[in-house]
């Protein structure tokens, strides 16, 4: 199993990938990332996140059985493939992503973001081997994945797949802790309090993933597919998903 230690990958995490990660996982990127809630708005509804405490339970759910899993292994296997620079890798890695999401709702979260990342690093940074998998995604009718999007340009930037990983779970938890201040609501202490509470989780579903072969990728989390499901009839909503 390749690791962060390959000879492909940059030794250490420079200033000026520091600051492109930041940006890129900023929330104001332009992804759109704080109008989707990963179900967690209908959990709110049906009283099942109703406190900080909850709220941590159900992110660490995500995180180690959930979308969080998934995209974890998915982001880890862009990573390396672009390091590679194996356009076919990516490809099949872009179509699994397609087939890894549970609910409507979820594969919107994941490629209205994918599609947004795309297009703008293309404008800011230029073309490169994000661009030539979006086109090939696009050949095929298909829509790019956020977070095999992200792997393949944390790996055109040289940035280390930990700290890209790291990141990139940090800001998916970053963002259902906002979800949930406005939805519950949480005051900001109490989010700012989950937020730190998780980094141990974030730490581990990035070490579950970095050593987890794509081929035994899976995921157990029903209720989160539940709540996403019955978000899509809520009535009265926020969130996109």
């Not at 967690?40 to 049906?46: F, K, P, S, T």
């Not at 979308?67 to 292994?73: E, L």
């Not at 209205?112 to 990342?117: C, Y």
């Not at 940074?125 to 298909?142: C, F, Q, V």
Request: glycine share 6%; hydrophobic share 45%.
């Amino acid at each position: 199993m390749t690791t962060d230690l390959d000879p492909r990958s940059p030794a250490n995490l420079t200033p000026g990938g520091l600051m492109r990660l930041m940006t890129w996982l900023s929330p104001s990127f332009p992804v759109g990332a704080y109008t989707y809630s990963h179900g967690v708005e209908y959990a709110v509804e049906d009283r099942r996140v109703i406190s900080a405490e909850s709220l941590t339970t159900w992110i660490e759910g995500v995180l180690e059985f959930g979308a969080g899993r998934i995209d974890a292994v998915l982001f880890c296997a862009a990573w390396r493939a672009a390091r590679a620079e194996d356009l076919d890798a990516l490809f099949d890695i872009g179509v699994d992503a397609d087939c890894w999401r549970g609910t409507a709702e979820m594969a919107l979260e994941a490629t209205a973001q994918g599609r947004a990342f795309v297009s703008t690093a293309q404008k800011v940074w230029g073309d490169g081997i994000l661009t030539l998998w979006a086109k090939r995604m696009r050949d095929d009718d298909r829509l790019p994945s956020y977070p095999v999007a992200v792997g393949i340009a944390a790996a055109e930037a040289d940035v280390p797949l930990r700290d890209a990983l790291s990141a990139f779970l940090h800001a998916m938890a970053a963002n259902l802790v906002s979800s949930a201040v406005r939805l519950v609501p949480l005051g900001q202490t109490d989010g700012v309090r989950t937020l730190a509470s998780l980094d141990k989780a974030v730490a581990m579903a990035t070490e579950t993933a970095m050593n987890t072969d794509p081929v035994n990728l899976g995921a157990a989390a029903p209720m989160v597919d539940w709540t996403s499901m019955k978000h899509e009839t809520q009535y009265t909503r926020l969130f996109r998903s």
